[in-house]
């Protein structure tokens, strides 16, 4: 317990991996992950949820016949849906149960930090979500490369989101296993080869019309999960919250100061820096951003936003509640410690919390549901960042560096296909690789380039039109090396994954250092840009300023 209170008090890569909006529950977030007993109930509702995705996607592949299909579903999802599917691309198990974890163990911080990466999503809304539709058709390099030099810029944003599609897979497997091994008593590599296994077969077969189905279903049980845990668990408070705080300040060592923030804000530096990270990050995710493309149009763009941002802000009220419910519930019962010590070692480790509060209040039919939906929101996020590193190898890359434009669409669907299984392989391996290794900084790195390579360029792109290629490239390439350097050279990597005394980099967040540098670069290098191209460059911003208000030319939605 004591272990587990200090790697959740610790702020950057470690605390980061617990909540981040991908399964990055590696060892700083597990702690030392022990095997459970066979989850019987868990694997038959999650076997279930197999053959219920596995038909999803038998339907879909006979509607994923062109490249439109593969990459967006044809462009045909409502906004409604695609706000779920968001949602489910975002909310993770690392959420419920990291989230939960925290605020058992340290109260309203956890709370202040939902919020940090919460922010995030009217970013999203106000500035990108509309221009993102009209611009854009498959990738976000789309709308980067629109004006500017078309093989030099999308070579740049297909690097910059395979980076972040990798470490985020590496992240999401290792996360995997250990969670397997933790709720369903399974192996470790059992769990790498079928989440594996699915999200080739969702991804290669489906597409992005499988995709989101899958994402959709996995939203609609984490939310009738949480919530049948929440209400059953705030019952025995008479639906009354200071009833509920007033007993939970009563039982925890924090008394009333559980209420109050406490060690997250101790380091405003990094606070501030993770702060940034996780609002812009959110705005340069390549599988978040892929999604705008699927709806019919902008107004539905900004509907999907604005469904997800309900859809997430309500589940991390569910969580708060769990986790001030579970200091009671579970903090006061001698049968979830090793031992029956009371405020011990709980049994599984500190991330158990949400489980053990399910159990506690529902049994172990509502214990199987919760652990097969925590398995489940693996499959859906992993889906998603594969179908964002196929599409920018096929799309960016083969279709348009390599080809120039010229590859017929059932040679890119078949370079999107191989691309697929090829990640899926490369991810399994590398789950195997970084079993035992320390893999939290690959979150804070993924974040960190997504803000500080992607964000920049994208949002200048958009809305100024002084940005050149030279510009596009110096912003996207200084804030991809800068955000990889600071990561590796601080704690996350030097001490802790090199073993090196002392880090060279005081912080484990990039993005307040990395971000600032990709805009001044980019900013500057335009400026000082005065060649032909950058003036047909800038003339040309006119044009896409008309297509991005108004959506004349925008890619259509496919007939189905």
């Not at 490369?145 to 395979?162: D, E, F, H």
């Not at 925890?252 to 380091?267: I, M, Q, V």
């Not at 699927?294 to 900004?302: F, L, Y």
């Not at 920049?456 to 200084?478: H, N, Q």
Request: glycine share 10%; aromatic share 10%.
């Amino acid at each position: 317990m004591t272990h587990a209170l200090k790697l959740s008090s610790r702020l950057g890569a470690g605390l980061l991996a617990l909540s981040v909006p991908a399964l990055a529950l590696a060892k700083p977030a597990l702690g030392e992950v022990e095997r459970q007993p066979l989850n019987l109930h868990a694997i038959a509702m999650f076997f279930v949820f197999v053959l219920l995705t596995l038909g999803i996607t038998y339907w879909a592949a006979s509607r994923t016949k062109s490249t439109a299909d593969f990459y967006t579903a044809g462009g045909g999802i409502t906004g409604g849906q695609n706000g779920l599917a968001i949602a489910g691309d975002y909310m993770s198990a690392a959420t419920l149960l990291g989230l939960t974890a925290m605020l058992y163990m340290q109260g309203v911080d956890a709370y202040i930090y939902m919020v940090a990466f919460f922010v995030g999503w009217p970013v999203i809304l106000f500035l990108m979500a509309e221009r993102l539709r009209n611009l854009g058709k498959f990738t976000f390099a789309d709308i980067t490369s629109y004006r500017l030099n078309q093989g030099k810029v999308r070579t740049m944003a297909a690097i910059s989101s395979l980076i972040v599609v990798c470490f985020y897979l590496v992240a999401q497997m290792v996360g995997a296993g250990q969670l397997i091994k933790l709720l369903f008593g399974l192996d470790y590599n059992i769990a790498l080869f079928v989440v594996g296994a699915l999200m080739m077969v969702y991804v290669t077969f489906g597409g992005m019309v499988a995709t989101t189905w899958v994402q959709i279903i996995k939203a609609c049980m984490l939310l009738i999960g949480g919530t049948a845990v929440m209400l059953l668990a705030f019952s025995q408070f008479g639906f009354s919250f200071q009833e509920l705080t007033n007993r939970a300040m009563e039982v925890h060592k924090l008394g009333t100061r559980l209420l109050a923030p406490g060690s997250l804000l101790a380091d405003p530096v990094t606070a501030l820096s993770m702060a940034l990270g996780l609002m812009f990050g959110i705005a340069g995710l390549p599988h978040i951003l892929m999604r705008f493309f699927t709806v019919t149009d902008a107004k539905e763009a900004r509907k999907s936003v604005f469904y997800a941002s309900g859809i997430i802000g309500y589940f991390f009220n569910v969580i708060a509640i769990m986790g001030l419910c579970s200091i009671v519930i579970v903090g006061t019962d001698p049968s979830f410690f090793e031992g029956g010590d009371v405020g011990g070692k709980v049994i599984g480790g500190g991330n158990m919390i949400a489980m053990h509060l399910a159990q506690a209040v529902g049994g172990n039919l509502l214990l199987g549901f919760l652990s097969a939906v925590a398995f489940a929101t693996i499959l859906a996020v992993v889906a998603g960042l594969a179908l964002a590193g196929a599409s920018a190898i096929s799309h960016d890359l083969y279709a348009r560096v390599i080809k120039k434009g010229t590859a017929s669409e059932k040679d890119e669907l078949r370079v999107s296909k191989f691309s697929t299984i090829g990640l899926g392989i490369v991810a399994i391996l590398l789950g195997i690789l970084f079993e035992r290794m320390n893999v939290a900084f690959m979150v804070a790195l993924a974040f960190g380039v997504a803000a500080s390579a992607n964000f920049p360029v994208l949002v200048l792109s958009m809305y100024w039109k002084d940005l050149t290629t030279r510009g596009a490239l110096a912003g996207g390439y200084l804030g991809l090396l800068s955000a990889v350097s600071f990561v590796v050279l601080s704690k996350s990597v030097w001490v802790d994954v090199l073993g090196f005394a002392e880090p060279l980099f005081p912080y484990t967040q990039p993005a307040l250092f990395s971000m600032p540098l990709a805009f001044l670069s980019a900013i500057v290098v335009s400026l000082l840009d005065n060649s032909a191209e950058a003036q047909r460059e800038r003339e040309a911003f006119g044009d896409q300023y008309v297509r991005a208000q108004t959506g004349v030319g925008a890619a259509s939605a496919a007939v189905h």
